[in-house]
């Protein structure tokens, strides 16, 4: 009998920005386990499906609850938003493997927030970028601020993700006085795409100095341009180095 759990990215959260792959499993699963948040998005869409659906902070009994069922030879798709390898479940799901060595672990790539995002604002991650969360939930501060120097030392361009919360609502006002205490001008451009994918998205594009003083939610990915990176038209454009 054939074991397997899909790890599938989502995307963003609706189904036109879901890779052919991610929905050709989904279609083919018995059921669909992941964060609630994130199998309402797509719930209306798999109405025949068997449904494992936790609140936030219950990760590892989720990806468990998903192997378990797995195990009895059922067809299972963990979901996660965007990429499940970036910032998603794919990790935990490989670290419990080992205690279900029957089932066949297989993940899904899907469109993260940085590429989604992105496109919205215009190119800017078109050169050497990184990905940097402000959530210290699970990473120290003092981690993610040696992170955030480094970015700025190397001069890369940054997608942010989890700027803020309820509890973390002046981190991305602290994030930014680290990147300007670390050499950033305070003419450097940026950029903020809310709720990519989904209704009600937004993007607007500002200087850091500007970020420093905007509030943003946690349904925001904020975008920190290199030292070259340029608006053109009203859109975020990091040159490649051509001559144009």
Same mark, same amino acid.
């Given at each position: 009998?054939? /074991?397997?759990?899909?790890?599938?990215?989502?995307?963003?959260?609706?189904?036109?920005?879901?890779?052919?792959?991610?929905? @050709?499993?989904?279609? $083919?699963?018995?059921?669909?386990?992941?964060?609630?948040?994130? *199998?309402?998005?797509?719930?209306?869409?798999?109405?025949?499906?068997?449904?494992? $659906? *936790?609140?936030?902070?219950? @990760?590892?009994?989720?990806?468990?609850?998903?192997? #378990?069922?797995?195990?009895?030879? /059922? /067809?299972? &798709?963990?979901? +996660?938003?965007?990429?499940?390898?970036?910032?998603?479940?794919?990790?935990?799901? #490989?670290?419990? &493997?080992?205690?279900?060595?029957?089932?066949?672990?297989?993940?899904?790539?899907?469109? *993260?927030?940085? +590429?989604?995002?992105? &496109?919205?604002?215009?190119?800017?991650?078109?050169?050497?970028? +990184?990905?940097?969360?402000?959530?210290?939930?699970?990473?120290?501060? #003092? !981690?993610?601020?040696?992170?955030?120097?480094?970015?700025?030392?190397?001069?890369? +361009?940054?997608?942010?993700?989890?700027?803020?919360?309820?509890?973390?609502?002046?981190?991305?006002? /602290?994030?930014?006085?680290?990147?300007?205490?670390a050499g950033a001008s305070p003419d450097r451009k940026c950029g903020i795409v809310r709720n990519?994918?989904?209704?009600? @998205? #937004?993007?607007?594009?500002?200087?850091?100095? @500007?970020?420093?003083? *905007?509030? !943003?939610?946690?349904?925001?990915?904020?975008?920190?341009?290199?030292?070259n990176t340029k608006i053109i038209n009203g859109r975020l454009v990091t040159p490649r180095g051509?001559?144009?």
């Amino acid at each position: 009998m054939e /074991k397997k759990l899909y790890v599938v990215g989502m995307g963003p959260g609706h189904v036109d920005m879901m890779t052919g792959r991610a929905m @050709e499993v989904l279609k $083919s699963v018995d059921t669909i386990g992941g964060y609630t948040t994130y *199998t309402d998005l797509i719930r209306d869409f798999f109405p025949d499906k068997e449904w494992i $659906s *936790t609140g936030m902070r219950k @990760e590892i009994e989720r990806c468990r609850a998903c192997f #378990e069922e797995a195990n009895k030879g /059922k /067809k299972v &798709a963990l979901v +996660c938003s965007g990429d499940a390898g970036v910032y998603g479940m794919a990790s935990p799901v #490989e670290e419990l &493997a080992p205690e279900f060595p029957e089932v066949e672990v297989i993940v899904v790539a899907g469109i *993260t927030a940085a +590429c989604s995002g992105a &496109a919205v604002l215009g190119a800017p991650l078109s050169h050497d970028f +990184c990905t940097v969360s402000l959530s210290d939930l699970l990473t120290p501060w #003092e !981690v993610i601020e040696k992170r955030l120097q480094a970015a700025i030392h190397g001069d890369f +361009c940054m997608a942010i993700y989890n700027p803020s919360s309820h509890k973390r609502h002046d981190y991305l006002q /602290k994030a930014c006085d680290i990147m300007l205490a670390a050499g950033a001008s305070p003419d450097r451009k940026c950029g903020i795409v809310r709720n990519i994918g989904r209704e009600g @998205e #937004e993007g607007i594009v500002l200087t850091l100095g @500007e970020l420093r003083d *905007t509030q !943003v939610d946690m349904f925001s990915t904020v975008f920190v341009g290199n030292s070259n990176t340029k608006i053109i038209n009203g859109r975020l454009v990091t040159p490649r180095g051509y001559s144009i």
